[in-house]
């Protein structure tokens, strides 16, 4: 599959930002952030019959939408001026249009991990995030069948994931004219305002011990509305009341990458869990959900070699975790004094991660990806982070919604000797399925895990039913 880049150009506001709002400072919590960039993905296939001549003339919308949007959204229109702030120049988005010499339907058949990476602007790197480059940046991918998929890396040190889902939902509306308008917030540095360098600098450090060299490999592990419902119903009878979906599917994968880590090294090390914890809905603002930034906090859970790992166990320690993430910690937060609780909470989260496995965890699930519509339709799949390949990675795991909205797959980035075992681990395979195809859109895994014969459903269903979605016929 090749990928030809049709144009480059600048997508500049449509008004330009007053001189006052030139530079924007990062808050506290912007500044602590480890990746460089939040990279997504949406495909949309071609429900109008389209050829991709037409599909190129969406490219005009957007970029028009694009434009509008920016003037509300004024910092992702700059450039990163230094760890501290945003130059607010409006030089504005990035934009290239790609074409793909592949038809989406034949991409998403089985899709390739390394190529993923093709559909955005570049591959998120460090060097990509550096002083001068630009916050945002987008390429529209063009298949041969009309279908699209539009590739966005905007710059984690002003965005997390709802952030972006925000930035997007402005932008859909802003292409189909919908007249609601989202209005974002950007006083969270005034809310966790950053007090030097001191806290980013303690972070580093830990950030430092997340990662690790090797050869990373990215799978995909998506679990059903029916597989999820036993695992509740699993760590309910043990005692668990009202576990939720994000508890139970993070405890089993944490169990398992334990079980795969010891197998590959021969000993049984302490092991930490750490998901990001979105704190919207802990701050008192009525306006806390349009609030743009990283508006996240960390949550730790930490298992030792002594430490008995039935399921219930690991979804009590993740829920203990997230549970001190709270309000009144929130509050602590913020703030003069703020950085202090911070310092506290990173110097505590240090102690537990030294020289010991460490998982990541980040939800995106019931952010409302899927409902994205430009005007084309909704989504039939979105991606996210994939770090096939990469010689200095994280654990890290991603969990993002099925199109059905009720499961969940969990894109899972592990050395690979250690993946290897993981993905043949069968505890994780009775209620997950190994990188099924997106055209089934969760309805295979939705009845449940399928076990080792998948694959082999699943390319059947993908003949019968190539161009098929939900009884909706489609060209890409």
């Known amino acids: 599959m090749e990928t030809t880049i049709i144009s480059k150009e600048n997508i500049k506001p449509s008004s330009p930002t007053p001189s006052h709002l030139k530079t924007f400072d990062l808050s506290a919590l912007d500044q602590i952030v480890l990746s460089p960039y939040v990279p997504i993905i949406i495909y949309y296939p071609n429900i109008n019959g389209d050829n991709s001549n037409q599909a190129l003339q969406k490219s005009q919308v957007l970029k028009k939408s694009l434009s509008e949007t920016l003037t509300k959204f004024y910092p992702l229109a700059g450039t990163i001026k230094n760890e501290d702030s945003i130059d607010c ?192 809905s802990k701050l008192k603002s009525t306006l806390s959900n349009n609030f743009m930034g990283n508006v996240i906090w960390i949550s730790n859970a930490v298992s030792l070699p002594s430490d008995e790992t039935p399921l219930h166990s690991l979804v009590n320690k993740v829920r203990e975790s997230i549970s001190k993430v709270d309000a009144e910690f929130v509050e602590k937060a913020q703030g003069d004094e703020g950085c202090f609780a911070m310092q506290k909470s990173l110097e505590e989260m240090g102690e537990s991660t030294g020289g010991i496995d460490n998982y990541g965890f980040t939800s995106w699930c019931r952010m409302g990806f899927y409902e994205i519509d430009f005007g084309w339709g909704k989504p039939s799949w979105v991606t996210g982070i994939v770090g096939d390949g990469s010689p200095v990675f994280m654990n890290l795991v991603t969990l993002m919604d099925t199109k059905s909205g009720e499961g969940i797959e969990a894109w899972v980035n592990l050395d690979e000797s250690e993946m290897e075992i993981l993905k043949k681990n069968q505890e994780l395979l009775s209620y997950a399925s190994l990188d099924p195809s997106p055209l089934l859109n969760g309805e295979i895994v939705e009845i449940g895990a399928l076990g080792a014969g998948i694959e082999q459903t699943t390319e059947q269903f993908v003949k019968e039913n190539r161009f098929a979605s939900k009884g909706l016929i489609f060209n890409a």
């Not at 939902?169 to 919908?178: E, F, I, L, P, T």
């Not at 990458?257 to 990001?276: C, N, R, V, Y």
């Open 89 to 280: 120049n409006d030089i504005g988005a990035n934009y290239i249009v790609a074409s793909v010499q592949c038809r989406l339907d034949e991409f998403l058949k089985q899709p390739d991990h390394q190529l993923i990476h093709g559909f955005l602007p570049f591959v998120p790197s460090f060097d990509k995030s550096s002083v001068g480059n630009q916050v945002t940046n987008v390429q529209l991918n063009i298949f041969e069948c009309g279908g699209i998929a539009i590739g966005l890396c905007i710059s984690h040190r002003i965005v997390d994931g709802a952030s972006v889902y925000m930035f997007l939902k402005a932008w859909s509306n802003m292409a189909r004219g919908v007249e609601e308008v989202e209005y974002p917030n950007f006083t969270t540095p005034s809310l966790f305002p950053a007090k030097g360098s001191w806290l980013r600098d303690i972070f580093k450090g830990l950030g430092r011990s997340l990662l690790k060299e090797g050869k990373c490999s990215t799978k995909r592990f998506v679990f059903g509305s029916d597989a999820i419902a036993r695992l509740r119903a699993r760590a309910k009878s043990n005692g668990v009341q009202r576990p939720s979906r994000v508890e139970v599917v993070s405890s089993l994968i944490w169990k398992c990458a334990m079980d795969a880590t010891k197998e590959a090294s021969g000993i049984q090390k302490p092991s930490s869990l750490s998901h990001f914890v979105n704190l919207r």
